[in-house]
T-cell receptor, first 117, second 113 residues
Framework: NAGVMQNPRHLVRRRGQEARLRCSPM?????VYWYRQLPEEGLKFMVY????????ESGMPKERFSAEFPKEGPSILRIQQVVRGDSAAYFC???????????????FGPGTRLTVT | AQSVTQLGSHVSVSEGALVLLRCNYS??????LFWYVQYPNQGLQLLLK??????LVKGINGFEAEFKKSETSFHLTKPSAHMSDAAEYFC???????????FGIGTKLQVIP
């Protein structure tokens, strides 16, 4: 069973460009979470999605950031008009449905390291 | 509301010495607690978790943690440090109904030969 997949692993964008980060959850997992990690700041929750639904986006910046988890395909975190402050590691995690008995474990992908020049 | 405080952003121990990484939490309801480990340029890996039941939880790689409700703590320990334990460790708490998890800022563990 493959783990959580994220691509690209490294992404370089110039200021003003768009960044698209992809996350494929583990097989059988229907919950996806996005986190941002800045040096010395730990992981910050951004958004929680289920298939075709955003459940909690309280950690998402109000502008330029959006996320989706379509019925088919990976979850996408999209950052428009990137700025230098967006440079960070972005992690995706997934978890199974709550009835599966291990609903409180989140499995993390390797992350995408975004650098804005 | 829930929060996590990890005391000590950097901890150094000698190889073979006891590892103790501190974590205190705040939660308005009985929490679920986790420790994750992150190696350089990798994602987070679950070390152990407390949900209900026995308050002393054993995890992978010889780590364990004890949930102490009276102290609102969930400290991570290992009797004897190995060089391979050098990594960053994150304590996390969940007290929401849908699995939102709050992470501490992390503790970087250095193991000295």
């Amino acid at each position: 069973n493959a783990g959580v997949m994220q691509n690209p692993r490294h992404l370089v964008r110039r200021r003003g460009q768009e960044a698209r980060l992809r996350c494929s959850p583990m097989k059988g997992h229907s919950h996806v979470y996005w986190y941002r990690q800045l040096p010395e700041e730990g992981l910050k929750f951004m958004v929680y999605l289920q298939k075709e639904n955003i459940i909690d986006e309280s950690g998402m910046p109000k502008e330029r950031f959006s996320a989706e988890f379509p019925k088919e395909g990976p979850s996408i975190l999209r950052i428009q008009q990137v700025v230098r402050g967006d440079s960070a590691a972005y992690f995706c995690a997934s978890s199974p449905p709550r009835l599966a008995g291990k609903a409180f474990e989140q499995y993390f992908g390797p992350g995408t390291r975004l650098t804005v020049t | 509301a829930q929060s996590v405080t990890q005391l000590g952003s950097h901890v150094s121990v000698s190889e073979g010495a006891l590892v103790l990484l501190r974590c205190n939490y705040s939660s308005s309801v009985p929490p679920y607690l986790f420790w994750y480990v992150q190696y350089p340029n990798q994602g987070l890996q679950l070390l152990l978790k407390y949900t209900t039941g026995a308050t002393l939880v054993k995890g992978i790689n010889g780590f364990e943690a004890e949930f102490k409700k009276s102290e609102t703590s969930f400290h991570l320990t290992k009797p004897s440090a190995h060089m391979s334990d050098a990594a960053e460790y994150f304590c996390a708490v969940n007290s929401g109904g849908y699995q939102k998890v709050t992470f501490g800022i992390g503790t970087k563990l250095q193991v000295i030969p």
